[in-house]
T-cell receptor, first 111, second 113 residues
Framework: DQQVKQNSPSLSVQEGRISILNCDYT??????FLWYKKYPAEGPTFLIS???IKDKNEDGRFTVFLNKSAKHLSLHIVPSQPGDSAVYFC??????????WGAGTKLIIKP | DSGVTQTPKHLITATGQRVTLRCSPR?????VYWYQQSLDQGLQFLIQ???????AKGNILERFSAQQFPDLHSELNLSSLELGDSALYFC????????????FGEGSRLTVL
């Protein structure tokens, strides 16, 4: 039972354009959502998060949107840069602070 | 540099063998997590320790075990290795209050031949 789903295994975006990565979840008890970025042969690094009481959080070029009624969140990267090419993982945290991870989306930024 | 150190970085061994992966968390972090990432798969949570005690268990096989020592470093023991155990094993640490932000090491790549 996948509680956190990233339905797009990969996404290709032109440099300078907006990248939108999507994530769906099934458990309404999740209270915190996070995005991690992972380069090959490296560990994931925390990117941005959002509490369930908010619908938007922005940090520079990165914005995460949360739609609780749809149980959907998205990560917007604008403008996209070559260094953004990586695998992006969505994760959700429950009240026990256990993270449930999505399968990841590979983002490719084309020059 | 996340501050989390994992050794060894690479390990090649044969089926049936046993290996130990080591993790030193960030200074001051009490929680240690172990994750497995098989080829082209997502991150599978294995186990979490908090200040020496097991806190949560995920999809960890009975052939695998872990512990966290008084100095807070942790070891993941993998025994009776099978070809399918070949994967990247990540350790992560966090400090309370834990909102889910984990700091990951660079991983230990295990190849079972």
């Amino acid at each position: 039972d996948q509680q956190v789903k990233q339905n797009s295994p990969s996404l290709s975006v032109q440099e300078g354009r907006i990248s939108i990565l999507n994530c769906d979840y099934t458990n309404s008890m999740f209270d915190y959502f996070l995005w991690y970025k992972k380069y090959p042969a490296e560990g994931p690094t925390f990117l941005i998060s959002i509490s369930s009481i908010k619908d938007k959080n922005e940090d520079g070029r990165f914005t995460v949107f949360l739609n609780k009624s749809a149980k959907h969140l998205s990560l917007h990267i604008v403008p996209s840069q070559p260094g953004d090419s990586a695998v992006y993982f969505c994760a959700a945290s429950d009240s026990n602070y256990q993270l449930i991870w999505g399968a990841g989306t590979k983002l490719i930024i084309k020059p | 540099d996340s501050g989390v150190t994992q050794t060894p970085k690479h390990l090649i061994t044969a089926t049936g063998q046993r290996v130990t992966l080591r993790c030193s968390p960030r200074s001051g972090d009490l929680s240690v997590y172990w994750y497995q990432q098989s080829l082209d798969q997502g991150l599978q949570f294995l186990i979490q320790y908090y200040n020496g005690e097991e806190r949560a268990k995920g999809n960890i096989l009975e052939r695998f075990s872990a512990q966290q020592f008084p100095d807070l470093h942790s070891e993941l023991n993998l025994s009776s290795l099978e070809l399918g155990d070949s994967a990247l094993y990540f350790c992560a640490s966090s400090a309370p209050p834990n909102t889910g932000e984990l700091f990951f090491g660079e991983g230990s790549r295990l190849t079972v031949l």
